[in-house]
Nanobody, 122 residues
Framework: EVQLVESGGGLVQAGGSLRLSCAASGFTLDDYAIGWFRQAPGKEREGVSCISSADGSTYTVDSVRGRFTISSDNAKNTVYLQMSNLQPEDTAVYYC???????????????WGQGTQVTVSS
């Protein structure tokens, strides 16, 4: 059974950092991509960053590029999202999801985790 479990969220002041983890089970990262998404109150869920462990390629949206970094530890079957210089507009529930390689778009992701709350105070 495919399962994704997010952790690492919390309350942080503006300018602070957090590292989110997405622990995968039921499949190996070698065969799939992992994406991070977020959903702020009253807004639609949006893709933030994704990584394909098959070739190490990554993609990060412009709004967080330079502040957020995605990485993977295939030995631990875990993907991370390092977030720095967090701002109040980054407040959201962050989810991870998986997609088969090659990724064809944000819509190709599924098997969502339960999410982890990130709250950034000003």
């Amino acid at each position: 059974e495919v399962q994704l479990v997010e952790s690492g969220g919390g309350l942080v002041q503006a300018g602070g950092s957090l590292r989110l983890s997405c622990a995968a089970s039921g499949f190996t990262l070698d065969d799939y991509a992992i994406g991070w998404f977020r959903q702020a109150p009253g807004k639609e869920r949006e893709g933030v960053s994704c990584i394909s462990s098959a070739d190490g390629s990554t993609y990060t949206v412009d709004s967080v590029r330079g502040r957020f970094t995605i990485s993977s530890d295939n030995a631990k079957n875990t993907v991370y999202l390092q977030m720095s210089n967090l701002q109040p507009e980054d407040t959201a529930v962050y989810y991870c999801a998986t997609a088969p390689n090659p990724v064809t778009g944000w819509d190709s992701f599924g098997s969502w985790g339960q999410g982890t709350q990130v709250t950034v105070s000003s």
